[in-house]
């Protein structure tokens, strides 16, 4: 694969799970958005210890394998009929699913998984995998729910640090790619008088004034770059995390950074990213920093 391909590769999980299929199928519709290639990759370790041990013939790992590989030719059967411009690559390594997806998603454009996987309890709403992903992913990363093809807005969630810049570059391409509207969104949250905050009012207006002055010159910057864009800007009063899910419900995806202002140095996934992903009724797009290729 070219570097070129390389970079704007897509790769998604493949594990046959309800999560698995909305998962893939999401990646199928951004791929063909983008004229991106399409990396599907499969992770499979031996579900049992059989009499002849752990060895490359063994019952167990000739089973799990020979599943796996029928779980990637299905997949890509079926994309070779539903989108057949696609250019697609499998790939089926034995190990753990997250790690296996993380070595595979080093330098592509985006890692994409479903929010449950075939592990996990019935009343799970984000599996390991999906966790881990958006946690540790070496590059923007999507977590999937529940995804039908859908015309509702992109809701990008910003607040003022160095990392918004990135979510509303995702945001503007991905609204414009998709010709959808979007809502950019800046909550205002100001701590109650409880914890130290004496004039909730004057210090809401510092907070409205500090998000205008970090929005609008951003906006009108990303504006005159996206003219068909349809954007808006929201700054209601309350809680990120919470309204971000909210905003959800009729959004086709909600994009957040990895970890905001509110991080640390060495912080994988702050914590409104955590709560959207659990929480989210539309898929999520974690936004990090690619990292280089080695």
């Not at 003022?160 to 609204?175: I, M, N, Q």
């Not at 009012?201 to 205008?212: N, P, S, V």
């Amino acid at each position: 694969m070219s570097v070129e391909n390389e970079s704007a590769r897509i790769v998604v999980g493949v594990d046959g799970s309800a999560g698995g299929r909305a998962a893939l199928k999401w990646a199928i519709d951004e791929a063909t958005l983008r004229g991106s290639p399409l990396h599907l990759v499969h992770a499979w370790r031996p579900l049992y210890r059989d009499a002849d041990g752990d060895h490359d013939e063994s019952e167990a790992v000739l089973i799990a394998r020979t599943h796996g590989d029928a779980l990637l030719q299905a997949a890509q059967a079926s994309i070779k009929v539903t989108a057949p411009n696609l250019r697609t690559e499998k790939e089926l390594s034995r190990g753990r699913p997250s790690a296996v997806l993380l070595e595979a998603a080093v330098g592509a454009r985006m890692l994409v998984v479903g929010a449950r996987g075939l592990g996990g309890s019935p009343g799970m709403r984000l599996g390991s995998v999906g966790l881990h992903a958006a946690a540790h992913g070496p590059c923007t990363t999507v977590v999937v729910r529940g995804y039908e093809h859908s015309r509702g807005r992109v809701v990008a969630g910003i607040d003022g640090s160095p990392e918004s810049k990135r979510v509303l570059d995702a945001a503007f391409e991905e609204a414009w790619v998709r010709k959808s509207r979007l809502l950019v969104v800046s909550a205002l949250y100001v701590h109650p008088r409880e914890e130290g905050v004496a004039n909730r009012t004057r210090a809401l207006e510092a907070a409205q004034a500090a998000a205008d002055a970090a929005t609008y010159p951003l906006l009108q910057e990303y504006s005159k770059q996206y003219p068909d864009v349809d954007v808006h800007s929201s700054f209601p009063i309350g809680y990120p995390a919470e309204l971000l899910v909210s905003s959800s419900a009729a959004a086709q995806l909600l994009i957040v950074g990895a970890h905001g202002g509110g991080g640390f140095v060495g912080m994988h996934l702050g914590s409104i990213a955590h709560a959207v992903v659990h929480e989210a009724r539309c898929p999520v797009m974690v936004v990090r920093e690619n990292r280089p290729t080695p």
